[in-house]
């Protein structure tokens, strides 16, 4: 009886003590504040999670051809293919996602693929119709992408992207590329247009 009463007595002198660093006196010391806003933090805040994010692989083939007033004039042209990593990060709107891209380029004016280069890209995606089915999703999504080709002769590009995508058990999704945009190779006298075709998979991102 004794020792129950000596744990009772322990217990409201913690509490009491707790409640003096919350309040003293009647007047908020401002340690309440801040647990509420503990709590609340635990339930709202900001947090990175992994469903936040999507890594892929994307592998496109792209032409550039210089535009020429002559129609007997072919210009110069290149054709490559740009294997590359890509990293998504999903933003407070589901339907739109910051994006990089890191990766090779191979190619050149003749087709034979041997010029060698770095291909780097960022922009953004935009989901704008889903399908949702048995066991798979379908997305359509329009891309904004800066991309730039450092090989002996630099590519710099704007490109519109078009995407139709499969996401398989919201687990991995698989995307067809198309787009087209403007192209510019310094050493060329005049711009570009450059087209591509891709197709890549990607894991995560699912929310």
């Given at each position: 009886?004794?020792?129950?009463?000596?744990?009772?007595?322990?217990?409201?002198?913690?509490?009491?003590?707790?409640?003096?660093?919350?309040?003293?006196?009647?007047?908020?010391?401002?340690?309440?504040?801040?647990?509420?806003?503990?709590?609340?933090?635990?339930?709202?805040?900001?947090?990175?999670?992994?469903?936040?994010?999507?890594?892929?692989?994307?592998?496109?083939?792209?032409?550039?051809?210089?535009?020429?007033?002559?129609?007997?004039?072919?210009?110069?042209?290149?054709?490559?293919?740009?294997?590359?990593?890509?990293?998504?990060?999903?933003?407070?709107?589901?339907?739109?996602?910051?994006?990089?891209?890191?990766?090779?380029?191979?190619?050149?004016?003749?087709?034979?693929?041997?010029?060698?280069?770095?291909?780097?890209?960022?922009?953004?995606?935009?989901?704008?119709?889903?399908?949702?089915?048995?066991?798979?999703?379908?997305?359509?999504?329009?891309?904004?992408?800066?991309?730039?080709?450092?090989?002996?002769?630099?590519?710099?590009?704007?490109?519109?992207?078009?995407?139709?995508?499969?996401?398989?058990?919201?687990?991995?999704?698989?995307?067809?590329?198309?787009g087209a945009g403007f192209a510019n190779?310094?050493?060329?006298?005049?711009?570009?247009?450059?087209?591509?075709?891709?197709?890549?998979?990607?894991?995560?991102?699912?929310?």
């Open positions: 009886m004794k020792i129950k009463a000596i744990l009772l007595l322990v217990f409201l002198g913690l509490s009491a003590q707790a409640q003096t660093v919350v309040r003293k006196d009647g007047v908020s010391t401002g340690a309440d504040v801040q647990v509420s806003d503990l709590k609340s933090s635990k339930g709202t805040g900001l947090y990175i999670g992994l469903e936040d994010w999507r890594i892929g692989v994307q592998i496109p083939v792209l032409v550039i051809q210089e535009i020429t007033e002559d129609p007997y004039d072919v210009g110069a042209n290149y054709l490559g293919v740009a294997p590359h990593v890509t990293v998504e990060r999903l933003t407070n709107l589901p339907a739109i996602k910051w994006k990089g891209a890191l990766g090779y380029s191979r190619g050149d004016s003749m087709g034979e693929f041997t010029d060698f280069g770095a291909y780097l890209a960022a922009g953004v995606r935009i989901d704008f119709n889903q399908g949702d089915f048995f066991f798979y999703q379908q997305t359509q999504s329009l891309e904004f992408m800066a991309e730039t080709i450092l090989d002996v002769d630099p590519k710099y590009m704007l490109t519109a992207n078009i995407y139709q995508s499969v996401q398989l058990f919201d687990a991995a999704t698989f995307d067809f590329v198309f190779v310094p050493s060329w006298e005049l711009p570009a247009l450059q087209i591509r075709l891709g197709v890549g998979v990607g894991f995560g991102g699912v929310q």
